[in-house]
């Protein structure tokens, strides 16, 4: 049996996540989410891209909006702003229940991996989440307001500052998780989807992690990424915003640069060409609205992998 894995951010990730997982069988499919967004509040571990891969495979993500749970509720925070706690991180009734379960298990000694694992099959998630290591690594920014951790540069401030640079604090004593080690040293592995996630704060603290880059530079499997820009504009969240303050200019091209010591093959919309030498490039409509647009995407993404594993 054919196996893939994902990588993968938040919300734009879990659009293709959840196209795959409807395109794939239960066991052919491994998601590996960015922890880097982790972080302690209010006496919470909270893992927002894990937890919205989780809602969304587990078909309990807010419709509309991409993340936190359906039909939610704030009474809990409406009392936490009352007494006079931070509120500036939306938390729902719902996903606090979430939180509440991790942090417990964590206490326990069980590992993120297993914690999560644990989630999702509880949701009925029915195919593998893992965290991209069980290692603590934060996405740190240097701006012009000074270092902010991830968090609060993207919800407290909105995206505000003008950012100088990317840090991984402790990458560099992280490991792989098992999920991730194992699913790029499984010989049925058919091929691997980098998700159009924000290069530099999604997928970056993957890539951050010791060995990552070699290892997908000599899998054996097709390395296939998604474009998560569309006529120099980003599909979701801040990448163009943050590419050209960083001194990038926010193109597809530009991305693909970026991976381009792994990758194999490269989606993009036909307004964006791309050429790099020893990439695969093809061109077609990336952007997903609809259930149809995801799994159309999954099964061109798996498509291509099946091509490319196909020339010498």
């Not at 949701?123 to 968090?151: C, E, N, Y």
């Not at 530099?200 to 070699?214: D, E, F, M, Q, T």
């Not at 504009?233 to 001194?247: D, H, Q, V, W």
Request: proline share 7%; charged share 20%.
């Amino acid at each position: 049996m054919k196996r893939y894995l994902a990588l993968c951010g938040g919300v734009g990730g879990a659009k293709l996540a959840l196209g795959l997982a409807h395109v794939l069988a239960p066991g052919q499919l491994t998601v590996v989410v960015n922890t880097g967004d982790d972080f302690e509040h209010l006496g919470l571990s909270i893992s927002p891209d894990l937890d919205t891969v989780t809602y969304t495979l587990a078909g309990l993500v807010q419709p509309g909006q991409g993340w936190g749970r359906d039909e939610e509720s704030f009474a809990a925070l409406d009392t936490v702003g009352r007494l006079g706690g931070d509120t500036w991180f939306r938390l729902g009734d719902k996903d606090i229940g979430l939180h509440l379960v991790r942090r417990t298990l964590l206490g326990e000694g069980l590992s993120l991996s297993a914690v999560t694992d644990r989630i999702a099959r509880r949701l009925g998630v029915a195919h593998a989440i893992a965290p991209m290591s069980d290692g603590a690594v934060r996405t740190l920014l240097d701006t012009d307001a000074g270092p902010l951790s991830f968090q609060h540069y993207f919800v407290r401030e909105r995206c505000a500052p003008v950012v100088t640079g990317v840090r991984y604090a402790g990458a560099e004593h992280a490991r792989p998780s098992p999920a991730l080690a194992a699913a790029l040293a499984d010989p049925a592995l058919a091929g691997i989807v980098v998700c159009p996630s924000n290069p530099y704060l999604s997928i970056g603290p993957i890539l951050a992690l010791p060995g990552v880059r070699r290892l997908l530079a000599g899998a054996a499997a097709p390395v296939v990424a998604v474009a998560p820009i569309v006529g120099r504009r980003a599909i979701k969240g801040p990448t163009a915003k943050l590419m050209r303050e960083l001194g990038v200019e926010p193109t597809a091209a530009a991305v693909a640069a970026h991976y381009a010591d792994f990758l194999d093959g490269y989606l993009v919309d036909p307004a964006d060409p791309v050429e790099l030498p020893g990439v695969a490039v093809a061109a077609g409509d990336i952007v997903m609205n609809t259930l149809a647009d995801k799994t159309a995407l999954a099964r061109r993404c798996l498509d291509f992998c099946d091509e490319l594993a196909g020339r010498p």
